[in-house]
């Protein structure tokens, strides 16, 4: 079985130009993956496809992240407390002197995984105009 009963499978492929697939942990259950190793993970997954999909390939590589166990953000995510507002969060992502970029899912307006990886292409765009040489004013 799976590791988790809290997860899916996002495709990367169109952005990526290979097979790729993405597999997102949530919820308490996170604690308990990140327990197990690399290979128990991905054996675990892979066993998931194959009971879903004839054809299942074994992954070339993968990379197995623990959010949880991050010293910087120990598997957090930005929320609204409950009462108040949403920050306009297109103000959070805006760039300070073409100089500093802010990229995460603070910064989009989806707020997941998926605002997050959106996040980090609209830095590299915003990041790469910033490296164009701009007319200087009389």
Known sequence: GCPSKNFYFL?????????TLLAVFSGH????VEKETDVEIVDKLMAYLNDQYEHASVPK????????????SRGTHSFV???????NRSSIAKPIQDTIFF?????????????????????????TESFKVKPQSS
């Open 11 to 19: 495709n990367l492929y169109n952005i990526t130009q290979q097979p």
């Open 29 to 32: 259950s996170t604690q308990d």
């Open 61 to 72: 590589y993968s990379v197995v992240t623990r959010w949880g166990q991050d010293s910087f």
């Open 81 to 87: 407390k409950p009462g108040k507002r949403m920050v």
């Open 103 to 127: 990229a995460g899912e603070a910064t989009s307006q989806h707020s997941s995984l998926s605002g997050a990886f959106s996040s980090a292409h609209r830095v590299a765009r915003e990041v």
